[in-house]
């Protein structure tokens, strides 16, 4: 029998876009000659819609979608879709099969993720039957995500008589995700048996960025479909006893997948929350030389516009460098001095500052007057500011309040330094956009004269080596310090982490691509006494 596979970008609320969407999808499976078509998690409402399930009528307009979506499934043709179903058990994670203008069967999700970025027991009852269906000749049983994450709802359904497991899914992207869904699907299909299909959600949600690569096990494990990463679409299989034939795409590489992650999270965040383009403020750095491509090919450089805000500690090449590559892209591109506007603050604030020497409060208002223009040219246009800020400086708080850490969306959050140049080592190998002087020159914030970033930070290579030990996988000082690391140094970036925290709860929200973001993946308190590197002293 015939499959669909819909691989679908789906937008969180959208209850009736979506539903256009599956039954779109629908039309054209049945037009294929497919029997049944297997969506993504949650496909109705979207994934995740947090505390929006905890309100009645959001449920109630899920539930009518769904409903009515199974009055217009072609006739013949099975679809599975996700939604959050309320009944008087409680409320619940769910599935349904609609087939013949109704709701022939409802699965529950059993396993409700609460670690990471999920919090769905805060949200969701779990459910604890089966639930198998015949189709085609075969039998079906279903499972939800984090069902076959854990041992128990899959062998339900081979005892409840299954052939085939279908899973719905919406698994985040992160670093080598891929590798880890198809390794875990393994060891569900030993366990039971039992080849399994595996859909998942392509799209951007606020951080979290969801990358298709559905794929389909045989009876021996093998990958007998794969779906492509960072594609929308319906793609089809045919289904034996135990076996399959489909399509077989390749994966990208860990650089392609990063790079296509960050351009699709920007072009659904512009997108979904309905913004008329981006602004980005523009220094001629990697950073956001980085980001301004990364805009470019997420919505086209038409609807991308790079300010450059040179002061006097800005070097001429910064700004050579900075019209070449918007030459280069074709992006909107202007030019304000800010000294006028700093001068002015340093004015006013002359007799408050009066007996007190310059300092780092002199660095952060020339980032603030930055700010402060880019904001108002977002509010005159209607467009989403990009802040270019990096992991390893939200790391360690090398970012300013209200300066370069003023805007909507920032796209390098979680994109250590080191990453930074190997992501804009790949942009250039698709095409050479970003001025080959721009990766080679050190990094500088140009806040005062010869300012380079090593004066303030250890070496990136040493910095993201030690902020990933200790950032994303929670390693104590002293473990840390037995990987090679010199003592001060650990104990003086993990200060530095530390004392940030304020800066991070205050930064804007940005996509998601490592085990472990500044966001939703890690929560520490601002207020907190605890100091880890103690135990250098």
């Known amino acids: 029998m015939k499959l669909g596979i819909a691989q679908l970008n789906l937008t969180v609320g959208d209850i009736a876009g979506n539903t256009a969407q599956l039954l779109a999808a629908a039309k054209n499976a049945h037009a294929a000659g497919a029997k049944l078509l297997l969506t993504p998690e949650m496909s109705i409402c979207g994934y995740p819609a947090e505390d929006l399930v905890l309100r009645q009528d959001f449920v109630a307009s899920c539930d009518a979608a769904v409903r009515q979506l199974a009055a217009d499934v072609p006739s013949g043709l099975a679809l599975i879709v996700g939604f959050p179903e309320r009944s008087d058990d409680g409320l619940f994670n769910a599935a349904a099969v609609l087939r013949g203008g109704r709701i022939e069967a409802v699965y529950r999700k059993h396993h409700l993720p609460n670690h990471s970025v999920f919090d769905e027991q805060r949200v969701f009852d779990s459910?604890?039957?089966?639930?198998?269906?015949e189709c085609g000749g075969l039998r079906f049983g279903l499972n939800i995500c984090a069902d076959v994450w854990e041992p128990g709802p899959a062998t339900r359904a081979m005892e409840a008589g299954a052939d085939w497991l279908l899973v719905s899914n919406a698994s985040p992207y992160h670093l080598n995700k891929e590798r880890e869904r198809q390794a875990m699907a393994r060891v569900r299909q030993v366990e039971t048996g039992l080849p399994l299909v595996y859909v998942n959600?392509?799209?951007?949600?606020?951080?979290?960025?969801?990358?298709?690569a559905s794929f389909v096990l045989d009876g021996d494990g093998r990958v007998a479909a794969q779906c492509p990463a960072w594609q929308s679409g319906v793609f089809y299989v045919?289904?034996?006893?135990?076996?399959?034939?489909g399509p077989q795409y390749t994966l990208p590489d860990e650089g392609a997948a990063v790079y296509d992650a960050l351009v699709l999270a920007v072009r659904d965040y512009v997108g979904k929350n309905g913004f008329r383009g981006v602004h980005l403020g523009f220094s001629g750095g990697i950073d956001s030389a980085l980001t301004l491509a990364i805009?470019?090919?997420?919505?086209?450089?038409?609807?991308?516009?790079?300010?450059?805000?040179p002061s006097d500690y800005t070097a001429s090449m910064s700004i050579e460098d900075s019209r070449d590559m918007a030459k280069r892209l074709g992006v909107h591109y202007t030019e304000i001095a800010i000294r006028?506007?700093?001068?002015?603050?340093?004015?006013?604030?002359?007799?408050?500052?009066?007996?007190?020497?310059?300092?780092?409060?002199?660095?952060?208002?020339q980032a603030r007057a930055r700010g402060t223009l880019l904001m108002a040219l977002s509010n005159k246009f209607g467009t989403l500011v990009l802040t270019t800020g990096n992991k390893s400086e939200m790391a360690t708080g090398y970012?300013?309040?209200y300066g370069d850490m003023a805007g909507g969306f920032a796209v390098l959050k979680d994109v250590a330094k080191t990453r930074v140049y190997r992501l804009a080592n790949h942009r250039n190998g698709r095409s050479a956009v970003i001025p080959q002087r721009i990766i080679d020159r050190p990094p500088s914030?140009?806040?005062?004269?010869?300012?380079?970033?090593?004066?303030?930070?250890p070496p990136y290579e040493v910095l993201d080596a030690i902020l990933e030990a200790y950032v994303e996988r929670d390693l104590p000082a002293r473990d840390i310090v037995e990987l090679g690391f010199d003592p001060a140094t650990v104990k003086r970036v993990i200060r530095m982490v530390d004392l940030a925290e304020y800066k991070r709860r205050q930064a804007p929200p940005g996509p998601r691509i490592t085990p472990r973001n500044f966001g939703k993946d890690r929560r520490y308190p601002i207020t907190s006494k605890y100091?880890?590197?103690?135990?250098l002293s």
């Open 340 to 365: 006028p506007i700093y001068e002015a603050f340093i004015r006013q604030l002359a007799d408050d500052f009066a007996g007190l020497a310059p300092d780092t409060t002199e660095e952060n208002l």
């Open 127 to 133: 459910g604890n039957a089966p639930c198998v269906f």
């Open 531 to 535: 100091r880890p590197e103690g135990e």
């Open 295 to 309: 805009a470019a090919d997420a919505i086209g450089p038409e609807r991308v516009h790079a300010v450059m805000m």
């Open 399 to 401: 970012a300013t309040l």
């Open 445 to 457: 914030a140009e806040l005062r004269p010869e300012q380079i970033d090593q004066d303030s930070l």
């Open 201 to 212: 959600l392509v799209g951007g949600q606020d951080e979290l960025v969801f990358d298709g």
């Open 238 to 245: 045919e289904l034996g006893d135990g076996t399959c034939a």
